[in-house]
């Protein structure tokens, strides 16, 4: 059984902090990783993905991978109400349909 | 790019009628697509995976013949539930697999489908 854990919060942080959202997963071979951000009501919308161990940078999100500790991050820097939202961690194991394996989320405030 | 389209955005509907949702990729050919469901507060689940010109590939747990899953275009694949009942009501979310944005295994969403069932 492939699984994604993330720590459900709330998470909360004040504007202008650094946000930073955890992931592990349970499936060494899994091949690539996703961040997607849910508004509540509303579908995932597509952050960032990384494929490879290290940092991956865009504007102000920072995805983080080791493959080793089976483990992803994502930094959110300079953080906006705008922010607040669930994020959910996604997982691609490869095959011929290339499924995602979903976290539950955690739930991100960013008070004003 | 990798826009993804869902219609309608929400129905309501009485208990026993069969209602269909489409989900169509606007800007680029979609050979997988996958359809889940979100109940309140609670992750997506995955329903199926819908590949174009063969039959789908539905998850344990999920009814094929209550959910029916066809994907006749590269841009267009259906889910119809069938004789829809209250414990029916749900987000439905299809996503669309690019293989020119973000690699192989990105999924871009549809903004969803809101089913009632009365």
């Known amino acids: 059984q492939k699984e994604v854990e993330q720590n459900s919060g709330p998470l909360s942080v004040p504007e202008g902090a650094i946000a930073s959202l955890n992931c592990t997963y349970s499936?060494?071979?899994?091949?690539?990783f996703f961040w997607y951000r849910q508004y509540s009501g509303k579908s995932p919308e597509l952050i960032m993905f990384i494929y490879s161990n290290g940092d991956k940078e865009d504007g102000r999100f920072t995805a983080q991978l080791n493959k080793a500790s089976q483990y992803v991050s994502l930094l959110i820097r300079d953080s906006q109400p705008s922010d607040s939202a669930t994020y959910l961690c996604a997982v691609g194991s490869g095959g011929s349909n290339y499924k995602l394996t979903f976290g539950k989320g955690t739930l991100l405030t960013v008070n004003p | 790019g990798a826009v993804v389209s869902q219609h309608p955005s929400w129905v309501i509907c009485k208990s026993g009628t069969s209602v269909k949702i489409e989900c169509r990729s606007l800007?680029?050919?979609?050979?997988?697509m996958f359809w889940y469901r979100q109940f309140p507060k609670q992750s997506l689940m995955l329903m199926a995976t819908s590949n174009e010109g063969s039959k789908a590939t539905y998850e344990q747990g999920v009814e094929k013949d209550k959910f029916l899953i066809n994907h006749a275009s590269l841009t267009l694949s259906t889910l119809t539930v069938t004789s829809a009942h209250p414990e029916d009501s749900s987000f439905y979310i299809c996503?669309?697999?690019?293989?020119?944005?973000?690699?192989?295994?990105?999924?871009?969403f549809g903004p969803g489908t809101r089913l009632t069932v009365l």
């Open positions: 996503s669309a697999r690019s293989l020119l944005a973000g690699g192989p295994n990105t999924q871009y």
């Open positions: 499936d060494r071979g899994s091949q690539s």
């Open positions: 800007d680029f050919q979609a050979t997988t």
